[in-house]
């Protein structure tokens, strides 16, 4: 079942992505009825033994294969965005109902939320399912300690940081043109295909395999998704409750070899995004651009991705303090010594989307939301150390200590006084460049009054400024009631 579905998303991506919908509808809906009668009758042992519901089932063959067959006789488009919508609707229907598994005959108005639930929700639940498939395939058995076993715990490490690396290599190359050139310049992978394209063309893939696959199962199996799959051995039920504790986490915990593997791939591809950082952060990367990209335009984007970035770090990184187990001291020196190279780099890319933020802000002005996002990245940096720390001194909890960050984190944000330095800020941009949006300064709070009014008295000429002081001055005198009384509003009035 699982190679087919996987075989059914890579033929999908083919006839999809960058196709419009036409005979590669039928070709797909044959590929997915191929799979799902194979499944069902291995799993309950064919359709002639049943009976009830399965008859309405076969009848809706008829508006299937009808609406199916318009995207390749006709070419009207609205008809063909509302008939994928039917056709998905109906396949769902004929499959609980070939299958038995609705707890609502299909006349029933109860049906329909069964259906929903069904496609929905329930897929999702047996996500783990193919995952536990293909470790029960490459994880080897308990005590092995061979070449072989290590060559499946490589691969799984491996299998593991391909989705990791083809999102975190898109961020990376949409983040900087210099790293998107040089993967484009790679022969042979990429050719003829952009990198967009490829990570586009995996994902569809993998995705209509994964839910292809959790659907029919979801069908086929009327019972929890079983959670021993890809395991060595079933608990003993006369084990105490701390042992059944004990166990499950050691099951849940990544061999150190693949754990080693995946922290390796990754830190590779970061080290070299590394060079590449220290080039622009020290002016020498303006000769590396390709052709036609400015510098300045080059600094001042991708800061969102690289933050996108060091998020998916910090759940690796917490995973690998916590979901590892802990084997012989290379592989726990090993361990330690990736998890630091991996913060070492998650913090050289805050540095430079600070800095390529700071390069925005000096080109298009100062708001909330950039000065946020600044806060934001020093308090990932501060949790990065202190991950860093933790490291290296398992006694620290680290649950604890980013409690603590997180609440003195939002205290400081608080009264950094945000309104006051982005009308500083702006003012100071104005006097280097000339150019301010009074407007949005307009929208802050009393807080940025001392600012604008000493803007004010150096540019009492600006007429937009002084109608947003006497805004500001007005709004303050409308909250004079000793209820609302506050410090900024008593100071503007």
């Known amino acids: 079942m699982w190679i087919l579905a996987l075989a059914l998303g890579i033929v999908s991506q083919y006839l999809f992505v960058g196709n419009a919908a036409g005979i590669s509808v039928v070709i797909f809906i044959l590929g997915f009825y191929g799979l799902f009668f194979y499944a069902a009758n291995g799993r309950m042992g064919g359709f002639d033994k049943w009976q009830g519901q399965s008859r309405s089932g076969w009848l809706l063959m008829v508006p299937i294969g009808l609406l199916v067959m318009t995207y390749a006789i006709f070419a009207n488009r609205f008809f063909h965005l509302l008939n994928g919508v039917a056709i998905m609707i109906l396949v769902a229907a004929q499959t609980i109902l070939l299958t038995r598994s609705g707890s609502q005959p299909w006349h029933k108005a109860g049906f329909f939320p069964d259906l929903v639930h069904r496609c929905i929700v329930k897929p999702f639940t047996y996500v783990s399912v193919p995952f536990g498939i293909v470790s029960n395939l490459v994880l080897p058995s308990e005590g092995i300690r061979t070449a072989r076993g290590t060559l499946r715990k490589v691969s799984l490490g491996l299998l593991l940081a391909a989705p990791i690396l083809i999102v975190v290599i898109a961020l990376l190359a949409s983040a900087d043109r210099i790293f998107q050139s040089w993967l484009t310049e790679i022969p042979g992978w990429f050719q003829g295909l952009s990198v967009g394209e490829g990570v586009v063309r995996v994902m569809t893939a993998g995705g209509i395999a994964l839910y292809t696959f959790c659907y029919i199962w979801g069908l ?234 000493k803007l004010q008295e150096k540019q009492p000429d600006i007429e937009s400024l002084n109608q947003v002081v006497d805004q500001l001055k007005e709004r303050s005198r409308s909250r004079d009631q000793w209820p609302s009384w506050n410090l900024s509003e008593q100071r503007l009035r």
């Open 220 to 453: 086929l199996v009327h019972k929890p998704a079983d959670s021993t799959i890809g395991s060595s051995a079933a608990v003993n039920s006369s084990n105490s409750a701390e042992g059944n504790e004990a166990q499950q986490k050691a099951q849940m915990a990544l061999d150190p070899i693949s754990a080693g593997t995946l922290l390796i791939s990754v830190n590779l591809v970061y080290i070299l995004f590394a060079v590449i950082q220290f080039s622009y952060l020290f002016g020498a990367a303006n000769g590396l651009l390709p052709e036609g990209a400015a510098y300045a335009e080059y600094a001042r984007r991708g800061f969102t991705e690289l933050v996108l970035v060091a998020l998916i770090n910090l759940v690796l990184l917490l995973c690998g303090l916590h979901f590892v187990r802990r084997e012989g001291v290379w592989m726990e020196r090993v361990r330690k010594v990736s998890l630091s190279m991996l913060v070492i780099c998650t913090v050289i890319m805050l540095v430079s989307a600070y800095s390529r933020l700071s390069l925005y802000e000096d080109a298009y002005g100062y708001t909330q939301t950039r000065l946020l996002a600044h806060g934001f990245m020093l308090f990932l940096g501060v949790l990065l150390v202190t991950a860093f720390i933790r490291i290296w001194q398992e006694r620290l909890s680290l649950s604890k200590a980013y409690i603590c960050c997180a609440v003195i984190a939002y205290v400081v944000m608080n009264y950094v006084n945000l309104d006051a330095r982005i009308a500083s800020n702006n003012i100071a941009r104005y006097e280097r460049t000339g150019i301010i949006d009074i407007a949005y300064l307009g929208t802050l709070s009393a807080d940025a009054a001392p600012a604008l009014l």
